[in-house]
């Protein structure tokens, strides 16, 4: 089973601010699938980056996903008061499909 | 874009089991698999499992491989997921999402609003 690492556990910024979300696998993610998901209180989970780098439906361009093999990097460009979130990584490329614990963006 | 209805909360008992349903609107259910997903109190997402729209091939994680039973009614758009002999720590929101008819190696892209499941004595 492929385990995810996020880092860091609380990420405390404030609106405006650049967001670094780290995403580490236990072994290489094969052929790019890997994906974030932002998740908030009372809400399902939302899609937010899929093969590691495309935006999905209707996310807007702040958003950005990158890396390759074991370590990946979800940035979020600058915070809008809507954004403040958990956020998860998850891997798609065998199966079990895990995801990392998770990054708390937080209200500084 | 899809619109998936999930049942209702339930609160249960330990060693029973439950039924959780998510119907599909707007689309056929044929043209889509469903993964179930849960979040436990205080923990993160664990993926359960997915199952096919299209010829309702399975694929379970292996934590509950023999406590879990996913299948899909295409007379209904309906998917369900039945988790039997319920543990307090059964206790979480269960989602269904939206993937790929054809494998469960693909990432969700459309959920429903969440099941609550209570598992207490």
């Known amino acids: 089973e492929l385990v995810l690492t996020q880092s860091p556990g609380t990420l405390s910024l404030s609106p405006g601010e650049r967001a670094t979300l780290s995403c580490r696998a236990s072994?290489?993610?094969?052929?790019?699938?890997l994906a974030w998901y932002q998740k908030k209180p009372g809400q399902a989970p939302r899609l937010l980056i899929y093969?590691?780098?495309r935006r999905a439906t209707g996310i807007p361009d702040r958003f950005s996903g990158s890396g390759s093999g074991t370590d990946f990097t979800l940035t979020i460009s600058r915070l809008e008061p809507e954004d403040f979130a958990v956020f998860y990584c998850?891997?798609?490329?065998?199966?079990?499909?895990?995801f990392g614990g998770g990054t708390k963006v937080e209200v500084k | 874009q899809v619109h998936l209805v999930q049942s209702g909360a339930v609160v249960t008992k330990p060693g029973a089991s439950v039924k959780v349903s998510c119907k599909a609107a707007g689309n056929t259910i044929a043209n889509h698999g469903f993964t179930w997903v849960r979040h436990a109190p205080g923990q993160g997402l664990e993926w359960m499992g997915w199952v096919s729209g299209y010829d309702g091939h399975t694929n379970y994680a292996q934590d509950v491989q023999d406590r879990i039973t996913m299948t899909t009614d295409t007379s209904t758009s309906t998917a369900f997921m039945e988790l039997r002999t319920l543990r307090s720590d059964d206790t979480a929101m269960y989602y269904c999402?939206?993937?790929?008819?054809?494998?469960?190696?693909?990432?969700?892209?459309?959920w429903g609003q969440g099941t609550m499941v209570i598992v207490s004595s």
């Open positions: 072994q290489s993610v094969s052929s790019s699938d």
């Open positions: 999402a939206t993937t790929s008819p054809y494998s469960p190696r693909n990432p969700s892209d459309f």
């Open positions: 093969d590691v780098s």
């Open positions: 998850q891997h798609y490329g065998s199966s079990p499909l895990t």
